[in-house]
Every structure is written in C-alpha cells, then in structure tokens.
C-alpha cells in the first residue's frame, strides 16, 4: 500500500488598511502599523572601459528612442549613448526616489602606501560623480523625453552622465569592486573620504599635479555629498530610519586591480574600517564586501557618523553584466548582494529597459512596503515526484470588507542555467523570486492566460501576473472567467461543477449547487438562516417574491454570477487564508494522461466555503489550472448571503472552508498510479478552522466525480464527539491494527476553544486573553477549555470513532465511550498532531500533541496486556488492543507549572511537534521539537516564547515515560555558550535544551523540520510602535540550530567574523508575515519561505532524519 500527502503551497496578499481587531491571526494584515518611510537610495556604478564605445543601433531597434528624444536625431551611436539614452527613459517617469552615481577611478598608484587620501599625483580606488538626490517624478507621456520643466535634479544627474568622455587608451579604467563598495560605506556612514578624491591621472591627465576637481569639473566629485574637504555627509542619517539602499553595477568583466585599500578595509570600525569582514585567502575577494554590506546593520550606530536607527540599514545589489560575462564570478556578485543572479547588459534597447525598469519596480515595492501593498509567502510545497510548487494567495478587501479575493499559481524548481543552483522559476525558466522573497511582478506563471490578461494596474506588469491576486493562476481560468459563464446549473456547456451536501443521497452524498427554485427550497433554512430582519416564511415556496429573487441571487453569487445570471463576477476565487493546498498525484490513470504528463490535482479550501479541485495539466500535456469541481458543506452556506451584499460588519471576514486538507491513498496493485477502476483510493479530509466544528471526508478516487464519504460534528453531552471544538486540527492519516486488523485511520486533535461568531463577545475560551490585551488590560493567563480538549482516531473509511482521549476524573479506559480519560485534560488543542511509526512497521504505535496550556503529550498506541488472567504472568506488550492505549504529559512549560502564574508564562502550543530519533552520550532519545507562541495573540508581547528539545528517552512504545518534564528541567543554552566557550557550568543536556525568542513578542508559529542533524524553524515578531522602521505585517526569522546542542550552523552574518568564520544561528526574513515551515526539496535540499532569491533554496548537507519523513508522508 501507498499512502501519500503532499501538502503544498500557499502565499498572502496583504493591502495595508485599518479596521477593528477580531482575535485572531488577521489581526497582522487588518491592523497593521504603519511607519514612517523614506525614499530608497539607489546608486549606479559603471565600468568605465572601451566596451562604452561599441557600435549600437545598426538597425531600426533605437528607432523609438531616437523618436522620443532620448537619443540624437543621427548617428552613429556607440553604447554609451544607448546606456545614457535608456537611463533617461527608465528615470524619466519615476519619482520619490534618491539617485546617485560612482565610478572608478583609474589605477595607476604605485609605491607605498598605494591608497588613500595621503596619496598625491596618482589615481586609485573609486569617487562618488553625483550624490544621491530626490528624483521628481517626470513625464508621464512614456514615449518622449520631456525638454522643458523636467525635476532639477534629474537634469543635474543626466547632465554628469552626459559629460564623462569616452573612454579609450589611457583614459579606461578597471573595475575596483573592493575599492568602490568601500567608498562608498564610508559616502554611506559619513566617514572621512578615502580615495575619492585620489583622481589626479584618471581621465588621462598627465599632470600629476592637478587634481579631478579641476582639471576635470564636469565629472568630478560630487561636493554636495561632502561636509567640508575630507569628509562625507551619509545619506542614511539624513533619509532617516526606513530609508533602504541599492546599488545597481553597470558591468563589462569581473572586479580585479582592487586590493591596493585592504589594510584600511581590514581597521576596526573605530578606525574608519569594516570591522569583522575576512579578507584572506579564498575570501579576499568582492564577494565578501559585498556580503559584508548586505549583512551589515549600517545604522545600528557602531558605524561612522551614523546614529542607532530602527530598522536593518543594509546594502541590496544588483549586478547588470555582459551577457558573454555571465558566468559563475558575475552571478557569485549577486547572489552576495542578495538579489540571486546576475542579468545580462544588453545592447538591445528594449531589453535593457526591461530590465532596469524591472528592478525598479521592485526596489520601489521593497521600499515603500511600510506603507503600500505587501505580498509575504505563507506556505510552501511540493508534489512527491514532479518539481513543482503550488502558491495559494489572498488579497484582504482594503476598505475592511468580508469579501476576499484569492489565487493558486504555479513555479517550478529549476537549475540555473549558469550557477547550477536550485532556484523557483516561472514558465521562461527564469528565477521568479524577487529581492523581498515574493514572486517577481514580471514572472508570468504557469496556468497563466497571457492574451486573455487585463491591462495592469497600480504596480503590475504587462503580459505578466506576476504576486498579483486578480492576474493569472487557477482565479484566471475559472469557467466564465475569460470567456463564456460558469452557467447557472452544472448540466450548463462549460459550466463549473459545484455542489454541496445531501444526506438523502445513496450516491455519491452530493447535490448540485445550481440556481433553480428547487435548489432554493431544498437549502432555504441554510440560505436564510442569518438574514436580518429574518425570512418571512420557512419555506421558498411561501416566501415573497423579493425574498425569492434573494435567494437565488445567493445561489447565483456562489457559482460566480452577477444578479442578472448571465455576465461573470469581476473575481470568483475567494481567499484561502489558513488552508494550504494539498497536491495528489494520480499518475499515469489514462485518457491521455501518462509518465511524463501525470495527472496531478490540487485541492485547496477558500473562505467563500468551498473545497476546491483544480487540474495541473490537461490530458494532452497542455499547463491547465482550470477547476475540477468543488464543495460546499451546508453548514457554510449562511455567510453567502454577507459576502455577496459585501457589507462591512462583524467578523470582518467571515471563515468558510478553512482547514487544509490531508489525503489517503491506496495504490493497490503498485503500479504507481491512481485508478478508481482497478480499486485504488484517494480520499481527502478536511476541517474548516473557525468556519465550524465538523470534519468532513470526500471520496476523490475518481477526480472527476467527487463524492461524500463521511462527515463528523460536534455532539451534545456524552456523544462520541462531544468535546470536538473549532475543528483546526489537520487530519493526519496513518495505518493502525485494531484486533489483528489494519485499518486506515484518521487522527486529528479536538481543535481550537475561541471566539465562534468572530463577534469579541460571549464565551471566548483561550481567546479571552487577547480582547485584554488589545484592550490594553493586563491579561490573565488562560482558563481551562470546555471544548477542544480531546485527541480522536476515527476509521478512515467510514468516520466511526475508534479510540479517544477526553477529560474526566480519574486516568483509566472507559470502553462504553471508547475513552482514555485524564484529569489534566483542561486545554484545547489547535494544531496537527504528529503521529508517528517509531519501529518502522508501517502502522502507527506514537502520537505526539501539545496544547494551549503549554503542555507536549505523548500517546502510546500500545500498552501492557493481561492475557491470561494470571497475576503470576508477566503481562505483554501488545499494539493491537484501544483498551491499553494511554496519554500521558511529557513536558510542561507553561500556566500548570508550580509558580508560573503570570502572564509572561503563559506559553501556549499551536504547532505540531517534530520528532527525531537519535542518540547522545547517554544513549537513543526520541527527540521532540516544538517552539511556543499564541498565533490567535499575533501582536502580544507579553509572554516569553521559547523553543525547546525534548529527549524522550522512553523510546518504547507502550512504555511511556513516568517523570513529567517542566521547563527548568531543559538546559537553557539561550546565551550559546557551549559555541563561544562562555559556560561558567557545563550545562546539563540529558533531557534536553531551551532556548529562549529573546525579540520582543516573538514566536514560533510554524513546526520545525530536521534535516542531517540541524533543527531549521521560523518565529515571528510583531511590528513595534509606530515609528521605527520594520514591515507593518511582522518580522519572520529563520534558525538552523545544531539538533544536540543549539549552536550555529551557518554563516548566516559575516559583519561578525573577527578572528574568523562565527556561525550564526537566525537570519531575519526578506518579506514580512507569520512565516511557515521549511519544506523539503529533495537531495538535501530545503525551500525557506519568505527569503529573497539565491537565498531561499538552502542545502542541508544531506536527507532528512528517517522519523521525520515517515509521518511527513503520512499527512
């Protein structure tokens, strides 16, 4: 048998906006703090050699830009010409931005000292041409180079670039990467200028003893940057803390005759120096400065002039290269930069165009995103045996509306064609990760419809959809969409196949969502259950006509209709916020699908109630994206009626369908494929977050033809799923043997105790203590949960319950309710549990859990067994009996613990635990890993989060451990002593460690994965008060710690390498947002959400732990 569950992707919108606060994770992306920004800084450098003076233009290529005035009305034209030209043009409409221009100076120094501002009749090193100024914004006509009114500053810059002669002979210069990069961190820090005024030979000038200055004006020095003769004026202290800085090469060949100013790169920073950077070896080199400015904090005042800003003041770079130099030196630059590869310097006109107006949109989103739309990743994954990854995307209604728009798109892992490296590719096979870690706005994915693209709006790119919500994707090829209608019934040509629950069917447990009276009737107490005033009549047929007709304008609505039920919804696919689309492979099942083109489908819920199945591929190899069906539980039926009137209320965003879904599969004859006609099973199960408390199971083994399988609800006192809460629980899927019998299961977690109605009112349960804090109160820890509280197994195939753990007086087995009852079961448990084989029989014998009280659970699927009735016997060890199954508390961190009575201890679990097998000094441990943080409390402060190592040592199942652990039990390895050799006592590791989230408010808020013995996981932290200088959705951070001991892993800082290589163990995120788990790649490779390109793709050094995978496939 083959089981599979591959989860896969999804990715946020986020629209920065104010509303009221509703507890729970919406409160980043509804309330966000916006900060004061700046405009970014952006420099030029070119390098100044004879490749400027090539013939360009042979044909009609620079017709449009001689047209527009951008270039002479007569040639010839050489490259310098063109560059100038396309600059002016790129530059012209763009406004709020502050530009500048370096370049080298010849190298011609010889004797000792070789460099710096003591040197006299000689050249070196690199100077800044023009400062950087505020650009006003241009023409808006994009076709003509405005001569008269253009921003004065743009005409100064254009004006420099225009005078700097050609160069040839003596006057070309090399490209001094090193030297260049350190001018200008001593322009950017306001330090005293080092060789930027060394230019006495540098455009030919054979008398040493004049300077640039003044034998060369025009293209100088600029000494507006300068304070006095000797010193710059940084630029950063005077944009302010939100300023971001870039740094765009112009390039021709690779950096060299650039080690003459190393020594004064190499001085402390007290000494004007890049204090920390290594340039030895291997790593003297540009590379390594500009890592050094990339990682470097410029405004955390250790540097120059500058003082402590918020903020990461750091230096971006791209690097535009001759497309002959593209090599693996030049793409080495860039991804040193942080921006992944190097793009080619063209001397086609429209491509370099392309391409700066490209970076420029992005440099304009990265900087503006304080306080303009912002895209962060949430989820990614891929499919098991196909390189492709799936991305779900939603768009909050700005103006605080219910009803949200949503997306699925597609990317592929592909190579580098240069450098080799693993990176996310849209359908040219180019990267399509930008500088922020979000899909570049020119990435045109895969389903993507080109012609059938809209014109663009506000920042989107023509003929592409790049993060956009409304462009392209599964949203694009929704029936009706593009062209034609979804149809008012599903028997329509080309309708959408959508459907909801009928119990009175022995079929397939499904009715036809369409748009007839009868459907009307059939689903009246549904469609009307939240209307206010409320329906005249229970009935369709007895109410009034007006009542009728809004009936079915609902039903129209939910097939995507306008009220006239026959021209399309402006946008049909609603918003996926918390359920993360799963892919099935159904493989080579026929009808033109095969090996090279598997049928692959996606399943993924949206919060218009629906669970959707979309097609990857159609059966002749064609990119699809189209939707298979889908389903909406009646349940979910009631909040249509809001969402198609639009109206603001309470919640703000209603929840529909959204829970992600998990599968079985059942290939039964291995041929690797799925086919309903040879008996294989594919069935799906899913919750719906705060959309309600049931579960449901659909039979999918056809794709085509979905059906009901089994559907599970909360109960009333003393029913089998009495305790059932809010059903957030990701099923997990798994074999067990019940009385000598395998048998599929399902096992999930009793859910979530919060807010119902989303209305801050009533019972709240856990989310009681977030209205204090937004309040602004003093919360109180939590209180224990009436609902949620309970572990279930339930037989895959038909829903019945097999096995429970539930709260109640004593500790024992309750065979009427098929019940392990415990006590100290008080706390709901939200997150997926983690249910594990240990022994590497294929049936599950370990389920790991952890709770809103702070406590990690272990469930032993196995137990001691009375045979023979004889007490004289030992008992034995057996699997197979729910009667000696147990639950039992592993670890407590948090409102149980004697003394922890504050809000600061508070720490609760919303995360599955991951576990490791592997062995100390002592012997083999169960690892289990597992970070605190109140995800529904995203913005609270107040408690101390950390993220803790668990080492079960009671690695038989069945056998469960008799000592409950407490947080002080773990060795606090907060500080990392046993790395930088700090330990004033060896700490005590034989139960494990703890280390502390030290940044204010942060948490862990994702399950942490572990990959050749690093523990890789991501937290994140609130934005802070307004005015300081972070992303208005949050902070997210990554830390790969060693599995045995917490230290560092990787290089993650290099500013720190004084004395040496210092390993690092968090990288702070490129994009903003809750950031998720790491996922596997394959070939020990790891996909890191939220990372910018060349950065996001990390390497493990080898394959998963065996544990780790194993339940990985049973989700």
């Known amino acids: 048998m083959q089981h599979s569950n591959r989860i896969t992707a999804g990715l946020i919108v986020w629209l920065s906006f104010a509303l009221p606060v509703f507890g729970d994770d919406t409160d980043i992306y509804l309330n966000p703090s916006v900060a004061a920004g700046a405009e970014p800084l952006v420099m030029f450098t070119l390098d100044y050699r004879p490749n400027l003076t090539a013939a360009v233009c042979g044909g009609t290529e620079c017709d449009s830009l001689i047209a527009g005035g951008y270039l002479p009305a007569t040639g010839p034209y050489n490259f310098f010409q063109l560059l100038r030209a396309v600059l002016k043009k790129v530059l012209d409409p763009i406004g709020s931005v502050r530009v500048g221009f370096m370049m080298n100076h010849d190298d011609n120094c010889t004797g000792s000292p070789t460099s710096g501002p003591t040197k006299t009749g000689c050249s070196n090193g690199a100077y800044v041409l023009s400062g950087f100024k505020l650009m006003g914004a241009g023409s808006d006509d994009p076709d003509t180079y405005q001569t008269t009114g253009e921003d004065a500053n743009k005409v100064a810059f254009f004006d420099k670039l225009a005078a700097i002669p050609d160069p040839g002979g003596s006057t070309s210069h090399s490209f001094q990467g090193k030297e260049l990069y350190f001018e200008l961190f001593r322009y950017l820090t306001g330090q005293n200028i080092y060789n930027g005024h060394l230019g006495y030979k540098s455009f030919g000038n054979t008398d040493s003893s004049t300077n640039l200055n003044t034998y060369a004006p025009a293209y100088s020095w600029d000494t507006s940057s300068q304070l006095g003769s000797k010193k710059y004026s940084s630029p950063i202290q005077a944009a302010g803390e939100c300023a971001k800085t870039f740094v765009i090469n112009l390039m021709f060949q690779v950096s060299n005759q650039e080690d003459d100013s190393d020594a004064a790169i190499r001085m402390d920073k007290a000494s004007g120096g890049m204090g920390g ?44 290269v001759d497309p002959a130099k593209l090599n693996t030196t030049t793409h080495g630059y860039a991804s040193a930069g942080g921006t992944g590869a190097a793009l080619p310097l063209s001397a086609d006109p429209e491509e370099l165009i392309d391409t700066l107006t490209s970076l420029f949109t992005s440099i304009l989103s990265v900087s503006t995103t304080f306080v303009s739309p912002s895209v962060p990743v949430n989820v990614f994954n891929r499919t098991q045996i196909v390189n492709e990854v799936f991305l779900a995307l939603f768009d909050p209604d700005e103006d605080g509306y219910p009803l949200w728009n949503g997306n699925l798109k597609k990317l592929r892992v592909g190579k580098n064609a240069t450098t080799g490296e693993s990176e996310l590719q849209d359908v040219s096979g180019s990267n399509a990760i930008d500088i922020d870690g979000r899909i570049k706005r020119d990435a045109v994915t895969f389903w993507t419809d080109v012609p059938a693209l809209s014109a663009p709006v506000d920042d989107e790119v023509a003929g592409a959809d790049g993060r956009s919500v409304t462009r392209g994707g599964a949203g694009q090829k929704f029936s009706g969409f593009i062209s034609g209608g979804p149809g008012a019934s599903n028997a329509d040509p080309g309708a959408r196949q959508l459907y909801t629950i009928d119990p009175s069917d022995l079929v397939d447990g499904l009715m036809p969502m369409d748009t007839a009276s009868t459907t009307a009737e059939t689903l009246w107490p549904e469609i009307t259950q939240d209307w206010s005033p409320a329906a005249s009549s229970g009935s369709y047929s007895g109410a009034s006509g007006s009542e009728q007709t809004r009936a079915v304008n609902i039903l129209k609505f939910a097939r995507g209709l306008n009220d006239d039920g026959v021209t399309t919804r402006p946008w049909g696919l609603a918003d996926p916020l918390h359920s993360q689309p799963l892919a099935i492979n159904y493989g080579a099942r026929g009808g033109g699908y095969d090996a090279d083109n598997p049928d692959i489908r996606l399943l993924m819920g ?31 039926i009631p909040i249509l009626d809001r969402l198609r009137s639009n109206s603001a209320g309470v919640p703000v965003h209603p929840t529909g369908t959204d829970g992600s879904p998990s599968a079985y599969t059942l290939d039964v004859n291995f041929d690797g494929n799925i086919i309903s006609s040879d008996g294989d099973i594919a069935y799906i199960f899913f919750g719906l977050r705060r959309g309600g408390k049931s579960y449901y199971a659909l039979d999918v083994s056809d794709p085509d033809s979905p059906k009901l399988l089994w559907t599970l609800s909360k109960g009333a006192p003393g029913s089998a799923f009495a305790e059932l809460g809010q059903t957030w629980s990701t099923p997990q899927v798994g074999l067990i043997k019940v009385a000598g019998t395998v048998i599929p299961v399902v096992v999930f977690a009793g859910g979530y105790n919060g807010d119902d109605d989303g209305d801050d009112a009533g019972d709240l349960g856990k989310d009681a203590k977030n209205r204090a804090t937004r309040a602004s109160a003093v919360p109180s820890p939590g209180t224990d949960d009436d609902e949620g509280n309970a572990i279930y197994i339930v037989d895959a195939t038909n829903g019945n319950l097999i096995w429970k753990a539930i709260k109640d007086t004593s500790v024992g087995y309750d065979s009427t309710r098929k019940a392990f009852t415990h006590p100290e079961l008080v706390d709901s448990f939200p997150s997926r549990v983690s249910a594990v084989d240990t022994d590497g029989d294929r049936l599950l014998d370990r389920i790991y859990a952890a709770d809103t009280g702070g406590v990690v659970w272990r469930i032993d699927l196995a137990g001691l067994f009375d045979h023979d009735s004889d007490s004289t016997t030992p008992d034995v060890l057996v699997h197979d009996q729910p009667a000696v199954w147990s639950m039992t508390k592993l670890l407590s961190v948090g409102r149980h613990v004697s003394g922890f009575t504050t809000l600061a201890d508070d720490r609760r679990f919303f995360n599955r635990p991951d576990l490791v097998q592997s062995r100390d000094g002592i012997g083999p441990f169960d690892g289990v890993l597992i970070g605190t943080g109140d995800r529904e409390d995203p913005n609270g402060t107040g408690v101390e989060n950390f993220f803790y190592l668990i080492k079960d040592r009671a690695i038989t199942s069945g056998l469960p451990p008799t000592t409950v ?33 030290t940044d204010s408010g942060e948490k862990n808020l994702a399950s942490a994965i572990t990959a050749s013995g690093s523990v890789f996981f991501s937290t ?72 910018e390109a060349g950065q996001n793709i990390m390497n493990a050094g080898g394959q998963m732990s065996f544990k780790t995978y194993w339940h990985e496939i049973f989700q």
């Not at 990339?294 to 005042?301: P, Q, R, S, V």
């Not at 290099?1054 to 004395?1059: A, H, L, M, R």
Request: aromatic share 8%.
């Open 1020 to 1091: 994140f932290s609130p934005t802070p008060p307004s005015g300081t200088c972070s992303l208005s959705e949050g902070t997210g951070r990554l830390y790969v710690i060693s599995l045995q001991d917490a230290t560092a892993v990787f290089n993650f800082d290099t500013t720190n390498d004084v004395g040496g290589t210092v390993l690092d163990r968090v990288d702070l995120l490129a994009s903003g947002g809750i950031p998720v788990e790491v996922v596997p790649l394959g070939a020990g490779e790891l996909l890191v959400q939220g990372q």
């Open 277 to 320: 950077i290594v340039l030895s070896g291997s790593s003297n080199n540009f590379d390594t400065v500009i890592r050094y400015l990339k990682d470097a904090d410029l405004g955390d005042g250790t540097f120059g002039t500058v003082s402590d800003l918020g903020g990461v003041q750091n230096v971006t770079s791209y690097f535009i």
């Open 606 to 636: 949206t919060n218009d109630g629906f669970m959707h199945m979309f097609r990857n591929t159609t059966p002749s190899a064609t990119e699809d994206g189209g939707e298979s069906w889908a389903i909406i539980p009646r349940e979910i």
């Open 965 to 997: 652990l407490e947080h002080d039990d773990l060795a606090d390895l907060t500080s990392n002593c046993l790395q930088n050799s700090s330990c004033t006592v060896s700490p005590d590791l034989s139960n494990g460690w703890r280390i502390a989230l």
